[in-house]
């Protein structure tokens, strides 16, 4: 994608994100975008910059839905959802953002694609923009909550000296942490991730 048309799609998004969610989700997901463009940006790779930008923006571009509308969207897009996330809007609002993408704004990158269909619970084996969109979406500048601070700190610490898997890691344990503290019933990719992590990295 050249940087006009990357320029006028990024406008596109924004116009339509800022009609449809409310003020706190259009800024949560401009802030997804930042941090999403900010770690990417120490890769020097422009078209990973891009693709954050796109994926970061509209991954929540979902979530103004009511679950029987995502679970519709959901059906007619040929994706393989498990039963237990077409339940929840919590987990299926990801996979209904990668509908719109597609649909209302023509993405047709299945890695973008991907990365927002993921963002919640993620995936084994994901790609850089897939776990930049995952760490994003956690440490966000708008995010507020207990220990976030420290968190997002040794997260910015793992990127910028140990890489990007450390960093995930650490935002996969959280989650698990808080999901668990919350008694949300916690899928099984989530503690796979953690599991292969774990021992990939010996932490
Ligand atoms: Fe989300
Ligand atoms: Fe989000």
Redesign the pocket.
């Known amino acids: 994608m050249n940087d006009a048309r990357f320029s006028a799609l990024r406008k596109k998004i924004i116009k339509h994100l800022k009609e449809s969610l409310g003020p706190r989700l259009f800024a949560?997901?401009l802030g997804?975008e930042a941090a999403a463009v900010q770690i990417a940006a120490a890769s020097s790779n422009h078209f990973l910059i891009k693709s954050c930008s796109i994926a970061g923006l509209l991954?929540?571009a979902s979530k103004c839905l009511t679950l029987f509308e995502m679970q519709n969207a959901a059906a007619a897009s040929g994706f393989k959802i498990r039963t237990a996330v077409l339940e929840k809007e919590g987990l299926l609002h990801g996979h209904v953002s990668a509908v719109i993408a597609r649909r209302v704004f023509g993405i047709a990158d299945v890695r973008i694609i991907s990365a927002i269909r993921h963002?919640t619970l993620g995936r084994p084996k994901m790609n850089a923009l897939e776990k930049i969109i995952f760490i994003s979406?956690y440490i966000e500048p708008m995010r507020n909550f207990e220990g976030i601070e420290t968190l997002r700190r040794k997260v910015y610490e793992a990127l910028f000296s140990d890489g990007l898997d450390h960093a995930l890691l650490l935002v996969v344990r959280d989650k698990i942490r808080s999901l668990t503290q919350l008694k949300i019933d916690l899928e099984k990719t989530l503690p796979e991730i953690e599991k292969s992590l774990a021992e990939k990295l010996n932490m």
């Open positions: 949560h997901c997804v991954h929540d963002h979406d």
